[in-house]
């Protein structure tokens, strides 16, 4: 008799996102003559530069022709682009990153839910709280989460490492050493919720952390491209000795607005091991073996990003981000609301009025204002009271949004 993997039914309710999107819907559906702006979920709205469209029409071209046909490329993406991305990405910082470390794949989301693949089933698990809902679902799935509990909103085999207003919302390093240390360690920085960034100084405490405990950082860069402080790093590798213990992941979704093409890459330094055994050649291993990979003509519309025309033309979309992200902080700093992220960062993270619950002010929001935006308790139960805004809407309806929350009722 065939079984199924009941990790799946201790997973509470639907994915954050999906509920989000359902709620906007009934709304709509219910409300047709509303006019509702999303600043919810991070998708992009501006449309790719210039030099991808022209990248994607040569790769056409090449693909409609039999003497430049491609097949199956390698799974772990051309070299073209690999290469780019080890010289523009990280040499430029002084961080020397080998094209075979580099892995190219179809999203960030993907990857950082797929990573457990490579690791054993006893592996202590720790998270950020507010955290990415991915790295909490993806190992509920594997069977490492243990059970949830709704009356915390915790599930008893994570370790939960608290980023509150009190320290930033940048967590601070646990105090467990030992056999109670993690093994696994996610950190997203710039953090997507609360767009929050780590300094050098921050960092180095991780990565001290995790060489002490032999533990492996999971390190989310999605959203490097934000950081405009020049003493912010870009990179977990800007840190000493932290190839030896960290594993990074990037997207072109966010910078290059490849929500739609999907791209992105993840990083394994070949030195980084876990007894003994490279975690390079096991996720080699992993993704050749389940993965067909990143489709030829999205890789060359990649590699059109390091050009110098991509470069200039994907900091256009990216500064454009910026500039609503900042609209959107500055418009709620006037309506008198405590306020976090949305400088090196294209998200807001705000703490909700008159002691509202999470989706009590997102029930504000869209009913009063007509505004998505995503409950802070679906990140964890230390984002109960907050509330993410995303920079990623148009300019128009960022500053639309902005006009109705000064005139809201909570004012």
Known sequence: ??????????????????????????YVETHPEAEVISLGIGDVTLPLTQSAIEALHKGVDEMGRAETFRGYGPEQGYAFLREAIASVDYAIRDVQIAPDEIFISDGSKSDTGNIGDIFGIDNKVAV?????????????????????????????????????????????????????????????????????????????????????????????????AYITDPEIPHSIYEIPDAKRCAIEFRSFSKNAGFTGLRCS???????????????????????????????????????????????????????????????????????????????????????????????EFFDYFLNELNIVGTPGSGFGPSGEGYFRLTGFGSRENTLKAVERIRKGSLL
């Not at 993806?138 to 370790?159: E, F, H, S, V």
């Not at 060359?300 to 959107?328: F, M, R, W």
């Open 1 to 26: 008799m065939a079984r199924i993997n009941e990790n799946y039914l201790k997973l509470p309710g639907s994915y954050l996102f999906s509920e989000v999107g359902k709620r906007r819907r009934i």
């Open 128 to 224: 950020c709280d507010p955290v990415y809902p991915v790295y909490v679902d993806t190992n509920a799935m594997a069977g490492r989460a243990g059970d949830y509990d709704p009356a915390t909103g915790k599930w008893d085999g994570l370790i939960y490492v608290p980023g509150t207003a009190d320290n930033g919302f940048v967590p601070d390093v646990p105090d467990l050493t030992g056999d109670d240390a993690p093994d696994l360690i996610y950190l997203c920085f710039p953090n997507n919720p609360t767009g929050t960034v780590a300094t050098k100084k921050q960092l180095k405490s991780w990565v001290d952390y995790a060489l002490e405990n032999d533990a492996v950082i999971l390190f989310d860069a999605a959203y490097e």
């Open 265 to 359: 890459y993840t990083v394994i330094p070949k030195e980084l091991k876990v007894g003994g055994v490279s975690l390079n050649a096991l996720w080699n291993r992993r993704h050749s073996t389940k993965f067909n990979g990143t489709p030829y003509i999205v890789q060359l519309c990649a590699a059109s990003v390091y050009t110098p025309e991509g470069q200039s033309q994907t900091k256009g979309l990216v500064d454009h981000y910026l500039e609503n992200a900042g609209i959107i902080r500055r418009g709620l700093v006037g309506a008198g609301y405590s306020v976090w992220g949305g400088v090196d960062s294209p998200y807001v993270w705000l703490k909700t009025k008159d002691g509202m619950t999470s989706w």
